[in-house]
């Protein structure tokens, strides 16, 4: 380095003499020193423009700030489960209750296969309740179990017929359809009220609604004397599965309620 590059040092940030000037035009070293002083002085660039937000996108983050400042931690998922299974099992117990004093429990099945279904029917009420609410990375699995699991009830309740026939089919369907349906409306109605605070997904809700169609299935499979496949299926099957697929399709049109994420 010469003594004129050792004076323009001494120099900087301060306008040049004629002379320093003139070196520094012809001298690459000091072009380069200056040239890096200016660029460590200069403003930061200015941030890159943000793109706006949609009206909509901000609504739904309005929305979940507002359900997180409301409920900022959420309550276990078994509490809701454990909610739902009291409802059905409060509304299970008090038609039974009816139908028993009423003299109405008239299933001639034998005993073990008369228990047996209504318990293999109240394991698919609970198991329809945790596939329905249990948190999962893939919900889109549980399609495969609840089809089995639904396959799997009630090909068992059709083959565990007593194959008693009382009335001719039409009229024999038609009371077990309307007791069946009747009875699990208000767990069906509960239920829908708890997808409404989850992110719609169709497959639990399928799940959710073969839970509460299950309180109508253990009610005519207890009460009814009819044991005729066609029967059992026409009425006692299909009310449960239409129940089943009712519930998903309503909560389709229903809003959710909490947003939280």
Do not use: K
Request: net charge positive.
């Amino acid at each position: 380095m010469s003594p004129d590059c050792s004076r323009v040092l001494e120099a900087l940030g301060a306008p040049l003499p004629a002379d320093l000037e003139a070196h520094r035009a012809t001298c690459a070293d000091c072009q380069a020193l200056l040239a890096g002083f200016d660029a460590l002085g200069a403003p930061p660039p200015a941030p890159p423009p943000t793109a706006p937000v949609s009206p909509g996108l901000e609504r739904a983050r309005h929305r979940a700030l507002e359900a997180l400042a409301a409920q900022p931690l959420a309550p276990p998922w078994w509490h809701e489960a454990l909610r739902l299974l009291g409802v059905s099992l409060g509304v299970m117990g008090v038609a039974l209750a009816v139908s028993w004093h009423m003299g109405r429990l008239l299933n001639t099945s034998p005993p073990g296969v008369r228990l047996g279904l209504a318990v293999l029917v109240l394991l698919a009420l609970g198991g329809g309740l945790v596939g329905a609410l249990r948190p999962a990375r893939r919900p889109g699995r549980l399609a495969v179990p609840v089809t089995l699991g639904a396959l799997g009830v009630g090909g068992a309740l059709v083959l565990g017929g007593s194959g008693v026939t009382v009335h001719t089919l039409v009229p024999g369907c038609l009371g077990c359809i309307g007791t069946s349906l009747l009875v699990s409306a208000v767990p069906a109605g509960v239920t829908l009220g708890a997808l409404r605070r989850l992110a719609f997904q169709p497959v639990r809700a399928l799940a959710a609604g073969l839970a509460a169609g299950a309180v109508g299935l253990v009610l005519v499979h207890l009460r009814c004397p009819e044991g005729g496949a066609a029967h059992l299926t026409l009425s006692h099957v299909g009310p449960w599965l239409l129940v089943g697929a009712l519930v998903p399709w309503v909560r389709a049109y229903l809003p959710t309620r909490v947003h939280a994420p």
